[in-house]
T-cell receptor, first 110, second 113 residues
Framework: SQQGEEDPQALSIQEGENATMNCSYKTSINNLQWYRQNSGRGLVHLILIRSNEREKHSGRLRVTLDTSKKSSSLLITASRAADTASYFC??????????FGSGTQLTVLP | KAGVTQTPRYLIKTRGQQVTLSCSPI?????VSWYQQTPGQGLQFLFEYFSETQRNKGNFPGRFSGRQFSNSRSEMNVSTLELGDSALYLCASSSDRDGNTIYFGEGSWLTVV
């Protein structure tokens, strides 16, 4: 079953703009990870944020985590056409078992 | 370092048949897990293996099974295929030291006709 929802389900922006995706989850977590999936391909790991962290950066990616609201956001700055993909958040508790959100389809227009 | 490798990439099976998918984890990773992705249900956890033992299992019927070999390579099997088993099956691996980061393969596309 899905852990929660991602918002928006679809997002279309112009190249160079920032893209923000949100993820909500239901249970307590050890960490939250974001993945990218190009059409028909596997999942590419983007970034992991632990439950005791509030914000993390990696290149053009910025992730925030609010455990009190059980939510996370992924910001991609200066988007490129190559960023077009589906983005998923995934949470895990004590087991090495990921529970995924429903995903956001990002389209970056050149 | 090679990533997670899955074979075959694409396959078509007939309802009632069985299928075996293979996964080679990243070298040194002993935890291997499997996920099913469908448009309707999204990404769902199937099972996880560590050192040849199943540690966790998702909510799937007994037709779905797996195993792990001593070299950490894993296979999953689906018996008595149903049309609804058509999906992308993803394998993932993680290390002992950093078990939090889970790396995925390209997946095996299964179509049941």
């Amino acid at each position: 079953s899905q852990q929660g929802e991602e918002d928006p389900q679809a997002l279309s922006i112009q190249e160079g703009e920032n893209a923000t995706m949100n993820c909500s989850y239901k249970t307590s977590i050890n960490n939250l990870q974001w993945y990218r999936q190009n059409s028909g391909r596997g999942l590419v790991h983007l970034i992991l944020i632990r439950s005791n962290e509030r914000e993390k950066h990696s290149g053009r990616l910025r992730v925030t985590l609010d455990t009190s609201k059980k939510s996370s956001s992924l910001l991609i700055t200066a988007s490129r056409a190559a960023d077009t993909a589906s983005y998923f958040c995934a949470t895990s508790g004590s087991a090495r078992q990921l529970t995924f959100g429903s995903g956001t389809q990002l389209t970056v227009l050149p | 370092k090679a990533g997670v490798t899955q074979t075959p990439r694409y396959l078509i099976k007939t309802r009632g048949q069985q299928v075996t998918l293979s996964c080679s984890p990243i070298s040194g990773h002993r935890s291997v897990s499997w996920y099913q992705q469908t448009p309707g249900q999204g990404l769902q956890f199937l099972f996880e293996y560590f050192s040849e033992t199943q540690r966790n299992k998702g909510n799937f019927p007994g037709r779905f099974s797996g195993r792990q070999f001593s070299n950490s390579r894993s296979e999953m099997n689906v018996s008595t295929l149903e049309l609804g088993d058509s999906a992308l099956y993803l394998c993932a691996s993680s290390s002992d030291r950093d078990g939090n980061t889970i790396y995925f393969g390209e997946g095996s596309w299964l179509t049941v006709v």
